[in-house]
């Protein structure tokens, strides 16, 4: 008996030593997140930046009524929307009103864009009470060398909406937007405009 007592002393002892010095192989791995590994080929424990993500992109390259460039827009994914952002020159100086146009056509004077996307079917502008439409962006400020870098989400909507069959469009207005009136803003004729197009 007292020779069994020792061998289980022993052994507390050598697990005592053992201590931190070793991990626990006993402890669970952390587990991978399978579905993301199938879609993606990511084979890594972390899974938060998944080999064969990709995030899409597209552009709008503005152009005024004559034919002129103006700059390009980027527009990407975000959390709560569509970040648009770039820089546009040859405007006049002063505030303008900034759309999201519901059709990917650029002809002179840019009616064929179409009306401000809306797929909630509400109304223009961040101040009224029936609105906005997802495509209502902030007024862009040019200043007196007519440029202005444009940066802006939209208000919700993922980029595939914008890139479907019939396209949208980014708009610059000739006035500054009020954010209230239905259903452009009182913001006037459209001055510069641009297909959105997927990036290769």
């Known amino acids: 008996m007292r020779y069994a007592s020792a061998i289980v002393c022993c052994c507390l002892?050598?697990?005592?030593?053992?201590g931190d010095d070793r991990p626990?192989?006993?402890?669970?791995?952390p587990a991978i997140d399978s579905a993301v590994a199938g879609i993606t080929g990511d084979t890594v424990r972390d899974t938060t930046n998944a080999?064969?993500?990709t995030t899409v992109t597209a552009t709008a390259v503005?152009?005024?009524?004559?034919?002129?460039?103006?700059g390009t827009v980027t527009l990407t994914d975000a959390a709560d929307g569509i970040a648009?952002?770039?820089a546009i020159t040859g405007l006049p100086p002063g505030e303008h009103?900034?759309?999201?146009?519901a059709v990917g056509q650029c002809a002179p004077p840019f009616e064929s864009a179409g009306p401000h996307w809306n797929p909630s079917?509400?109304?223009?502008?961040?101040l009224n009470p029936a609105g906005p439409h997802a495509g209502d962006l902030g007024n862009l400020n040019v200043g007196p060398a007519g440029t202005v870098t444009a940066a802006g989400t939209t208000r919700g909507g993922r980029l595939s909406e914008l890139l479907d069959a019939d396209g949208a469009a980014l708009v610059v207005h000739e006035k500054v937007d009020d954010?209230?009136?239905?259903?452009?803003?009182?913001?006037?004729?459209r001055i510069a405009c641009g297909v959105i197009q997927r990036a290769p």
Request: aromatic share 4%; glycine share 14%.
């Open 24 to 29: 626990d192989e006993t402890a669970a791995a």
């Open 51 to 53: 080999v064969g993500d």
């Open 62 to 70: 503005m152009q005024d009524a004559a034919g002129k460039e103006l």
């Open 179 to 189: 954010y209230r009136t239905d259903p452009s803003g009182n913001s006037g004729a």
């Open 13 to 18: 002892a050598a697990a005592a030593c053992r």
């Open 97 to 101: 009103g900034f759309h999201v146009h």
């Open 121 to 126: 079917s509400k109304q223009h502008g961040t």
């Open 84 to 86: 648009v952002s770039g």
